[in-house]
């Protein structure tokens, strides 16, 4: 079944020690999102990529960055993870910008410690 | 910015009920969608709704889009266990990204 797929579904990483998280589809999507939802919370965007096209949302703090190497793969990096970043992340994918559906992977779960 | 508000922000109730939730906003939107979300998981689409006054129905879900485009609703008849979660909308105005309410927790019991 053509899906969103994000590895790992559970990461601990320490105060302060990057860390990459992954998100693969077999959609052939060319919108990618990352989103970031803390306990209770709506789903906040951070990001996301039109193809090969970047766009940031505008509070997403210089912290979070972003790669999508090809149409299947896009990366979630935290150059310095704080204590206030544990949360879920989410990927999830569209045909178009604001159109149709979006298709969600089971997200990762964030803890720092 | 668009913004989305949903009642109630819990709810609980027994096996066999009926629930409505809401998702409202000030503004227009050319597109709405529910999702579901379950513990743990990432969040489901369950219906897209564009036309103002449009009701859609999923087996005991009906879904319904505000004449005006501004707020919908989400009906469930005889609510089951497996209905439980957290109930999403969605709203996008004319090729933007969608943007989230902050969801309704919905708790069946047995």
């Known amino acids: 079944d053509a899906m969103v797929i994000q590895n790992p579904r559970y990461q601990v990483t320490q105060f302060g020690k990057p860390v990459t998280l992954s998100c693969s589809q077999t959609?052939?999507?060319?919108?990618m999102y990352w989103y970031q939802q803390k306990s209770s919370q709506a789903p906040k965007l951070l990001f996301h990529?039109?193809?090969?096209?970047?766009?940031n949302e505008a509070d997403t703090p210089d912290n979070f960055q972003s790669r999508r190497p090809n149409t299947s793969f896009c990366f979630l990096d935290i150059r310095s993870p704080g204590l206030g970043d544990a949360a879920m992340y989410l990927c999830?994918?569209?045909?178009?910008?604001?159109?149709?559906?979006?298709?969600f992977g089971s997200g990762t779960r964030l803890t720092v410690v | 910015t668009q913004l989305l508000e949903q009642s109630p922000q819990f709810l609980s109730i027994q096996e066999g009920e009926n629930l409505t939730v809401y998702c409202n906003s000030s503004?227009?939107?050319?597109?709405l969608q529910w999702y579901r979300q379950e513990p743990g998981e990432g969040p489901v689409l369950l219906v897209t709704?564009?036309?103002?006054?449009e009701v859609k129905k999923l087996k005991r879900l009906t879904f319904q889009f505000g004449d005006a485009r501004k707020d919908s609703s989400l009906h469930i008849t005889a609510a089951q266990p497996g209905d439980t979660g957290l109930y999403l909308c969605?709203?996008?105005?004319?090729?933007?990204?969608?943007?989230f309410g902050p969801g309704t927790r919905l708790s069946v019991l047995p």
């Open positions: 999830a994918t569209s045909r178009a910008e604001g159109a149709g559906g979006y298709t």
């Open positions: 959609l052939n999507h060319n919108v």
């Open positions: 990529y039109y193809d090969k096209d970047f766009n």
């Open positions: 503004s227009v939107f050319s597109s």
């Open positions: 709704v564009v036309t103002g006054g």
């Open positions: 969605a709203g996008t105005s004319y090729g933007q990204n969608f943007v």
